[in-house]
């Protein structure tokens, strides 16, 4: 099989190549990327010599290239984005064109080249929130509100990816997954930013109160979560991923890296809210479960640990992130 990884330079991305090439040796892998401030070929390594594997720069935005390199190929799936809440409201207009623009390009590329398969990496956060204290989780059947112009921007991918399957025939599948963690990931994301900060002796900041609930998700997991989906998911499906943690507040999970790691809670600093903070998000992965077998074998104490661990032995990674372009963001985002 011949994959085609939009954003494979990516925290998810690369975690998903790394994991696909080890499993499948014999696919060919084309990692498409525009290798923005959170693309890193680094992530990559183990595989750069790889004769089944070849990295193309270029923008998702870029019509005439993007049809000329998903020509002859079986799949494209499709996790190039910005990412980042916080970033997109410093800034929507990137957000708009990469996510809503190159996932157009995209799918106009796919039907125009026959590409069999298309599959679309989305976000929880097109549900919007769930409140506090309820049993309620989001299922396939939840209507989209998105509260921050990133999870606007992915809402608007997958509308059209849908309206693609719909109107041309596209084969798609469709997951939308809650927030990951593990290796490779970004250091301004919540759990790799306090890991570093608390190896640098900085503060971990805390937006509002800090009650804000999330499902955390182990990047392995989900990388076996699109696996199942690619080799077993029914075509025009969505599916939800999500992980073992149920109800955790951010500052809890706070505290677990700092029981990990074994300093004092004075390192936690409160600092002023995100504007349109969604509470709560809750997945209920039992369709991806009883259809395809699929769950998460992570519980969310082991990766935590395993987290930490990586991040406390690949120092020189992070440290060459949040030393570059990245301080510029950090700056701003916590004057
Ligand atoms: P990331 O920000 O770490 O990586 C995104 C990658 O896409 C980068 O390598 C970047 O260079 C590349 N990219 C950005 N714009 C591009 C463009 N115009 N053309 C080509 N490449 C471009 O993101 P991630 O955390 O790995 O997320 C991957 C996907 O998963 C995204 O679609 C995101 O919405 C979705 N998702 C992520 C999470 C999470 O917790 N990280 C949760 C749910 C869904
Ligand atoms: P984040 O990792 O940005 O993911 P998302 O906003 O996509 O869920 O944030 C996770 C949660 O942590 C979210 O509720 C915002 C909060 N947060 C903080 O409290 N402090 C921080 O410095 C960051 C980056 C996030």
Same mark, same amino acid.
């Given at each position: ?11 998810? @991305? ?9 499993? =499948?040796? &014999? ?14 070929? &680094? ?5 750069? #010599? ?7 720069? @270029?923008?998702?935005?870029?019509? $005439? ?5 998903? $020509? ?8 190039? +984005? %910005?990412?980042?809440?916080? $970033? ?19 799918? %106009?590329?796919?039907?125009?080249? #026959?590409?069999? $398969? ?17 049993? %309620? ?19 608007? !991918? ?5 309206? =693609? ?16 963690? /593990? ?18 002796? #900085?503060?971990?900041?805390? =937006? ?16 076996? +979560? ?9 075509? /025009? #499906?969505?599916?939800?991923?999500? /992980? ?21 809670? !004075? ?14 998000? +809750? ?9 395809? @077998? ?11 640990? %395993? ?21 510029? =963001? ?6």
């Amino acid at each position: 099989m011949k994959l085609f990884v939009t954003g494979g330079a990516g925290f998810i @991305g690369s975690n998903f190549i790394l994991y696909w090439m080890k499993k =499948y040796p &014999e696919d060919k892998i084309i990692n498409f990327d525009k290798l923005t401030y959170a693309g890193n070929l &680094e992530n990559l390594k183990e595989v750069e #010599k790889n004769p089944n594997y070849e990295f193309i720069q @270029g923008d998702i935005c870029n019509k $005439r290239l993007v049809e000329d390199v998903t $020509r002859n190929i079986d799949i494209i799936v499709h996790f190039a +984005a %910005e990412s980042h809440v916080d $970033r997109s409201i410093l800034d929507a207009s990137p957000f708009i064109q990469t996510n809503i623009v190159g996932t157009h390009v995209l799918l %106009e590329a796919a039907v125009k080249n #026959k590409v069999p $398969r298309f599959h679309h990496v989305s976000t929880d956060e097109v549900f919007g929130a769930l409140p506090l204290n309820s049993t %309620e989780k989001f299922m396939d059947t939840t209507p989209y509100n998105p509260h921050s112009p990133y999870s606007a921007s992915k809402a608007a !991918s997958d509308h059209l990816v849908r309206a =693609y399957g719909d109107t041309y025939g596209l084969q798609y599948t469709l997951s939308n997954c809650s927030n990951n963690f /593990g290796p490779y990931h970004f250091p301004e994301k919540l759990i790799p930013l306090a890991i570093t900060n608390i190896i640098e002796g #900085k503060k971990v900041p805390v =937006y509002g109160d800090g009650l804000y609930v999330r499902d955390w998700l182990y990047v392995l997991d989900h990388c076996e +979560a699109i696996d199942a989906i690619i080799k077993k998911g029914t075509i /025009g #499906k969505t599916y939800l991923v999500g /992980g073992l943690t149920d109800d955790i507040s951010n500052i809890d999970v706070i505290k677990k890296i700092i029981t990990i790691m074994e300093v004092d809670e !004075s390192v936690i600093t409160f600092v002023k809210d995100r504007p349109g903070h969604d509470r709560r998000y +809750a997945i209920d992965w039992s369709t991806i479960n009883k259809e395809l @077998g699929w769950s998460p074998k992570h519980t969310f104490e082991t990766a935590l640990a %395993e987290t930490v661990e990586w991040f406390k032995k690949n120092e020189e990674w992070w440290k060459r992130i949040k030393s570059g372009v990245y301080k510029d =963001y950090y700056n701003t985002q916590y004057k």
